[in-house]
T-cell receptor, first 112, second 112 residues
Framework: SQQGEEDPQALSIQEGENATMNCSYK?????LQWYRQNSGRGLVHLIL?????REKHSGRLRVTLDTSKKSSSLLITASRAADTASYFC????????????FGQGTTLQVKP | DVKVTQSSRYLVKRTGEKVFLECVQD?????MFWYRQDPGLGLRLIYF???????EKGDIPEGYSVSREKKERFSLILESASTNQTSMYLC???????????FGPGTRLTVT
């Protein structure tokens, strides 16, 4: 079973709207990370939130982490067509040496 | 900026051929990773290296081997390519510990 599961699998919104993606996981983590992947390309790191943090911001991105519910959310505000991509959460387990476990991703389409 | 490069963007090989995929990073990262990405399955870790000549199996090592003779270079080897190894292969690197990973652009391998 997946450590990280994302919801929804696909999301389609209009430019200017906000997009929210959720990630749930099963075991204790050291940190949780979000990545973006444009079609056919490598992943790009967006933001890292540690297990003792509850919220983090980076530009139009806002990430929350609820360790009691083992869940995280990524909010993209005022979306743009260029935000169209797949978004993945990845968990770094406690005591881990650096490996990440990736979810299956949310595909976001932002329509102009 | 961190740069992770992969030897080929697209590769077509025949069943039974030996295939080498190379990855080079320029940030003196200790950790290097090989993933494969398939629709509906997300990213799955094949092998991980945390130092020169050191390696650790990931979730799906069968049919693959790796080599890390120099810190900046991590090679993935398919000893005898099979059609079920047709996939997108992604290389990544990171500093030691649990930090963000930097990805290469990916190699789309087709085995016919």
């Amino acid at each position: 079973s997946q450590q990280g599961e994302e919801d929804p699998q696909a999301l389609s919104i209009q430019e200017g709207e906000n997009a929210t993606m959720n990630c749930s996981y099963k075991t204790s983590i050291n940190n949780l990370q979000w990545y973006r992947q444009n079609s056919g390309r490598g992943l790009v790191h967006l933001i890292l939130i540690r297990s003792n943090e509850r919220e983090k911001h980076s530009g139009r991105l806002r990430v929350t982490l609820d360790t009691s519910k083992k869940s995280s959310s990524l909010l993209i505000t005022a979306s743009r067509a260029a935000d169209t991509a797949s978004y993945f959460c990845a968990t770094a387990l406690s005591g881990n040496t650096g490996k990440l476990i990736f979810g299956q991703g949310t595909t976001l389409q932002v329509k102009p | 900026d961190v740069k992770v490069t992969q030897s080929s963007r697209y590769l077509v090989k025949r069943t039974g051929e030996k295939v080498f995929l190379e990855c080079v990073q320029d940030m003196d990262h200790e950790n290097m990773f090989w993933y494969r990405q398939d629709p509906g399955l997300g990213l799955r870790l094949i092998y991980f290296s945390y130092d020169v000549k050191m390696k650790e199996k990931g979730d799906i090592p069968e049919g693959y081997s790796v080599s890390r003779e120099k810190k900046e270079r991590f090679s993935l080897i398919l000893e005898s390519a099979s059609t079920n190894q047709t996939s997108m292969y992604l290389c990544a690197s990171s500093f030691a510990g649990i930090y963000e990973q930097y990805f290469g652009p990916g190699t789309r391998l087709t085995v016919t």
